[in-house]
């Protein structure tokens, strides 16, 4: 009876899940290391008018950590070679000298009105960053809601998941204070970033 609980106990503890190793050159970041770095990276927002839910927003900020961070977590998760993550990095690098990029996660109760992303939304995203203000575009993310919701855990099947980018270099963008602000006929918010 003994060995039989032995075994047992060798079978479930050896069984649970490992992480998986990153290709050499690729630096490595835990679950809980990435989790923790996206969620210092991202304020959320909930407006309300009395009791009504108006809107709900996250945005996580892609700055050069977390764009670091979301490679090297997606090389480990997608078991990516080494030259497979240059040329991802590559294409982030080169979107950075011309943009800075946001995950926002929104939410409106009237689902007609979730459209950050179509020609004739009502709503505008600005950012404000060294005194100067940018207007943002949207572009609705097409991934599995399970894949985003691992990327950033504050995404829910509620909300809808954009890519929001402003017309900012990313290397002037990063480490300084910034507003978004996202308003529209049916309400507004700010979100700050330090």
């Not at 927002?45 to 809107?55: I, R």
């Not at 270099?169 to 602000?181: C, E, Q, S, W």
Request: glycine share 4%; aromatic share 8%.
């Amino acid at each position: 009876m003994k060995l039989i609980s032995l075994l047992l106990i060798t079978l479930l503890t050896s069984s649970c899940a490992t992480q998986l190793p990153v290709a050499q050159g690729i630096k490595e970041i835990s679950t809980s290391d990435y989790q923790s770095l996206v969620e210092k990276k991202t304020t959320k927002v909930e407006v309300y008018s009395g009791l009504y839910n108006q809107m709900t927003v996250s945005a996580t900020r892609m700055d050069g950590e977390m764009t670091e961070a979301y490679l090297s977590h997606s090389a480990r998760l997608l078991q990516w070679s080494a030259a497979q993550h240059q040329t991802e990095k590559a294409k982030m690098i080169s979107q950075g000298t011309e943009k800075t990029e946001f995950f926002v996660s929104f939410y409106t109760p009237e689902r007609k009105h979730n459209d950050l992303s179509s020609n004739k939304s009502m709503w505008k995203i600005y950012l404000d960053i060294n005194g100067q203000r940018y207007e943002g575009t949207a572009k609705k993310m097409k991934s599995q809601l399970t894949e985003i919701e691992t990327m950033y855990p504050s995404h829910n099947r509620w909300s809808n998941p954009y890519s929001v980018t402003f017309p900012i270099a990313a290397a002037i963008a990063d480490g300084k204070p910034a507003v978004m602000t996202i308003t529209g006929t049916l309400a507004s918010t700010q979100l700050k970033f330090e």
